[in-house]
């Protein structure tokens, strides 16, 4: 199984995801260069890491979707390929309209760094198939535009096609507004594309894979994407 | 025209007379910024000297970009702290985040990978009506530009007093990693090395900015805005990643980045450190407007922005590094024999200085000093009118919720303090742990100073700030290392601040050397006055300690129903200085605690070893708020659910004494039943003083003064008290 990471000028999180898959999981990885204009064909999984892009001045995301390595991206994506955004990489396949809706400013107006329960809302993805129906998975957010927004017609879309993979949750799965820690529409967390093989999320598994940390919740999205190749079920 | 560059009449004269002829305005300009207190260190220098710098494991003391200390396996940690204050009042948000990219830069400049932030914060009082405008403005600050560089902020400090009214402290901390044979320092040498400008380009914001930070505050300071840079994080982000490709290469012979007088800096210092000189040509200089005089180029604060040497040869490699990473990068000048700095615009000589007598030629000033008048009020506080508590709970309540006491999560959320998978131990225990990959180590980070107990006693509170971030180290598994400090006190031209800094530093010192631990790096910010109102001495300390094994890592809070709750240490009726009469009583006065050093020592060993041999779960150090607050946070600072205790203290002394008092050198631990008398044992071969004081569990912290209840508080209710309190306050 070959893994890429994308790395853009301002990307932060990539040497976690790279360390995540490459020594905790042991899978093959690569960086991928976002000046680079390449085929992606040979990968099974690329992953947008968090950070700051392109530094994120304006809209998280908005400069990159222009990026060469982008054009790759979807490229891929269209071709059927597991594209997986965590924080920075969520905001930048919305931009790229990989996913919809848009992520904008927290309703605290403030970074937000620290561990927050994610229930998982549907376990029958590419990427949560190791996660058990309904369980609520304890995972760091960090970032200052993570509150997802969809229009009404949108959302009711994104409902009945199940795309909602995660949403902010209480300790016991209550999804309420007292845990949304953002404003995202509906709690929202993480989505998937309709075809099933792109997914975003705001929290970072990345960030609870570690054996070096008690907390290994971030293992089972991990896990659930090795498995789902692995078994060559198309997503 | 010499006034106006906030020099005196003897300097010129000096200049004068070394030079063998009147400098040009542009040279004028250089001498002013590279003499100010904050290049040059002429009031200060003196006193440094009395710090101990050497250490079988330092690699790098005082002098260069950062201090750096070896932690074996071939492995080196680079680090300093450095203040922000003067340009962090005016504009907060950019004063701070301008504080965060000149540490980072300090830092990699010498090769290694910035792994971990800290900062330590001092405001006005928290009704003080600018308070919560500075707190949110700094705060964002440091967020938004650490954040966006992709170095976590694992720990600091924040501390309120009326004495910050007008004149606010931020103080940044930055360590980072890096292959001990593969330090760089930023010197010139090589003659005919090309010397090569990369990063952001030049503009007119922060001219003079070392200047103003070398003088008093007044009712114009807001007139100088203009003179506080802007700092673009994504840009150093670029210089981080592009400077360590670069030192991965064999190309670089010495590197400096431009802070604090700019592109003037580092040309002479990186020539007076190689022995070398420059010829440089501000025509090649990347500029962001037209018409900059090489006087705006010379002294331009733009942040961001690195100067090299590499080797002959190497520089289009080096160039072509650099714009991978779209950098700014241009061959600018030359490394030449004679030490001299010689500067062109468009091939006209514009500035011909001897190096030496730019970096060297302030006169080391010995200030006269004398003891301030103050001390006499206040170095005693009469406790007979403060009446004794017969129960503690509303005082232990009214503490928690304290500005200075509180939990400080609505601070640190918005710091990523995760970000490159190294924080084992997060922010909200003593200390900050961080792993080092590809090791067993782990290193532990902390920030401290109580400026109150400096402004009683600059001598003691000194050695009281070493002291306790070093008792931090120790309760979270570490081995103290190495120190680094922030200086930080009023105008040295007043006879009165120079004696708190010479006792300040005196204090220091002495206890650096009884710990044995080497100021490797440090900074010194005076003239923190406005109006006349000085600060509070406040000598801000860093320490770093390191864990052999990063299982050692030991926390604060309480950890399983049943275990014993043991109190290592003395307690005795001191309540000068502390931050219970303080909260309760508004008077800052007495003596700070008594502070026995070798007594000091001897604890921490044995809390060590407690550690090592795995006898204790939980270590906490006793400070701000005493034996009281630091049972109450062992109880509720569990990052889950909170626990309840249970004790009972035997006492001789008053009762606000014992539970708020701030007696130094006390541990609490808690171990299970069965390592009782393991710890009893290793205690009494020592001869520290120890007592088992109760047991953990129940919902309730309880705490019994000679069999009678003094406090009966439900521990969710104090979390919720202690959790609460800051963001009510700043939002």
């Known amino acids: 199984m070959n893994c890429g990471v994308v790395v853009f000028p301002g990307s932060n999180c990539d040497h976690d995801c790279f360390h995540i898959l490459k020594h905790v999981f042991k899978l093959h990885t690569e960086w991928i260069w976002h000046k680079g204009d390449m085929d992606l064909s040979r990968f099974d999984l690329i992953v947008l890491p968090g950070g700051f892009s392109y530094g994120d001045y304006l809209r998280a995301g908005a400069i990159a979707q222009f990026s060469t390595v982008m054009k790759d991206v979807i490229r891929f994506a269209e071709s059927g390929g597991r594209v997986l955004g965590i924080c920075n990489g969520f905001q930048v396949l919305v931009e790229a309209k990989l996913l919809p809706g848009a992520l904008i400013q927290n309703n605290t107006q403030k970074f937000i760094c620290k561990t927050v329960p994610v229930r998982v809302e549907n376990t029958s993805t590419a990427f949560t198939g190791e996660c058990a129906g309904e369980s609520v998975l304890n995972i760091p957010i960090a970032h200052h535009q993570g509150s997802y927004f969809i229009d009404p017609d949108g959302l009711r879309q994104l409902e009945e096609n199940r795309q909602v993979v995660f949403r902010y949750c209480g300790p016991a799965g209550e999804v309420t507004d007292e845990f949304n820690p953002n404003g995202s529409v509906g709690n929202i967390a993480g989505i998937i594309n309709e075809a099933g093989n792109v997914m975003g999320l705001m929290p970072h598994p990345e960030r609870c894979a570690d054996p070096a940390w008690p907390n290994l919740d971030g293992q089972l999205i991990f896990k659930s994407i090795i498995k789902s190749l692995q078994s060559g079920v198309s997503a | ?731």
Not at chain 2, 615 to 630: F, K, P, Y
Request: glycine share 10%; proline share 5%.
């Open chain 2, 1 to 731: 025209m010499v006034r106006q560059h906030g020099m005196t009449l003897e300097e010129f004269r000096r200049i004068q007379d070394l030079l063998g002829r009147a400098p040009n305005v542009t040279e004028l300009g250089i001498f002013s910024v590279m003499w100010s207190e904050h290049c040059s260190y002429k009031s200060s220098r003196y006193y440094l000297k009395k710090l101990p710098t050497e250490g079988p494991r330092v690699l790098q003391g005082p002098g260069e970009n950062a201090g750096v200390v070896d932690i074996g396996d071939g492995m080196a940690v680079v680090f300093k702290i450095e203040s922000h204050n003067h340009p962090s009042f005016i504009e907060p948000r950019q004063g701070a985040a301008t504080g965060v990219g000149g540490i980072l830069r300090d830092i990699f400049t010498m090769g290694a990978r910035p792994i971990a932030l800290m900062n330590s914060l001092r405001f006005g009082a928290a009704d003080h009506p600018r308070t919560r405008f500075l707190v949110n403005g700094v705060v964002d600050g440091i967020s938004n530009y650490g954040n966006c560089t992709g170095v976590p902020t694992v720990g600091g400090e924040i501390y309120f007093d009326p004495c910050y009214n007008g004149n606010i402290l931020v103080n940044v901390f930055c360590l980072g990693l890096v292959p001990s044979d593969k330090i760089f320092l930023g010197n010139a040498s090589g003659v005919g090395n090309p010397v090569i400008y990369f990063g952001s380009k030049t503009g007119r914001d922060g001219i003079h900015g070392a200047s103003m930070a070398s003088s008093e505050f007044d009712e114009s300071s807001e007139e100088k805005r203009p003179t506080v840079q802007v700092g673009d994080p994504f840009a150093e982000k670029l210089l981080i990643e592009a400077c360590l490709e670069l030192m991965n290469e064999d190309w670089v012979v010495g590197i400096q980045d431009m802070g604090a007088a700019g592109l003037t800096c580092s040309t002479f210092e990186m020539a007076g450190r190689g022995g070398t000189g420059i010829d440089l040509e501000l025509s090649r200089v990347p500029k962001r407007e037209e018409g900059m005089t090489p006087y705006d180029i010379l002294l331009s604060e733009s942040q961001e922005r690195m100067l090299v040497v590499v080797h002959k040869g190497m520089e289009e490699e080096a160039l072509a590094l650099f714009h991978k990473w779209d950098l700014d990068a241009a061959i600018v000048g030359e490394v030449t024999d004679k030490p001299v700095v010689r500067i062109f615009e468009n091939g006209n000589e514009v500035v011909n200085l001897p190096v030496e007598l730019v970096v060297d030629g302030a006169l080391d000033l010995k200030r006269p000093t004398k003891k301030p008048g103050y001390l006499q009020k206040v170095d005693h506080v009469n406790l007979t009118d403060v009446p004794d508590l017969a129960r503690g709970d509303e005082t232990l309540k009214k503490l928690l919720a304290s500005p200075n006491i509180a939990n400080k999560h609505w601070v640190y959320e918005q710091y990523d303090h995760m970000v490159r998978l190294n924080t084992l131990g997060l922010p909200g225990s003593d200390a900050a742990v961080l792993r080092v990959k590809d090791t067993k180590k782990a290193l532990a980070l902390s920030v401290d100073c109580n400026s109150r107990y400096c402004y009683l006693d600059p001598f003691h509170g000194a050695q009281i700030a070493v002291a306790e971030c070093v008792r931090n180290i120790v309760c979270s598994g570490g081995e103290p290392i190495g120190l680094t400090n922030c200086l930080n006190f009023g105008n040295p031209e007043k006879p009165e601040i120079m004696w708190q800094f010479e006792q300040a530093v005196s204090g220091m010192g002495e206890a650096c050397k009884f710990f044995d631990i080497p100021v490797v790096s440090g900074n010194v910010s005076l003239y923190n006055e406005t109006i006349g109102e000085a600060i509070y001495p406040t000598p801000t300390v860093a320490v770093v300690g390191l864990l052999e094994d990063s299982t050692y890592h030991t926390t604060q809070w309480f950890k399983e129903e049943g275990d014993l709750v043991g109190l290592i240490g003395l307690t005795v009726e001191e309540l000068g200085g502390s931050e219970y009469l303080s909260v309760m009583c508004e008077r800052v006065e007495g003596k700070p605690p008594h502070l026995d050093l070798p007594l000091a020592r001897t604890i921490n060993n044995l809390c060590l070893s407690l550690i090592k041999d795995g006898l204790v779960v939980s270590a906490h150090d006793c400070s701000e708020g005493g034996l009281g607050v630091a049972l109450a946070e062992s109880c509720i600072s569990h990052p889950h659910a909170p626990t309840g205790a249970v004790l009972d203290v035997e006492s001789t002394i008053r009762n606000d004494a014992c539970l708020f008092g701030e007696s130094q050198s006390r541990i609490l631990v808690s171990f299970s039943v069965e390592n009782r008398t393991a710890v009893e044992e290793k205690a009494k071969a020592v001869g520290v003083p120890f007592k088992v004081i109760g047991k953990v569990g129940g919902d309730s912290l309880v705490v019994n003064v000679n069999g009678e209840e003094f406090i009966n508080e439900e521990v969710s209710y104090l979390k919720k008290l202690w959790m609460g309190a800051l963001e009510s306050y700043v939002r």
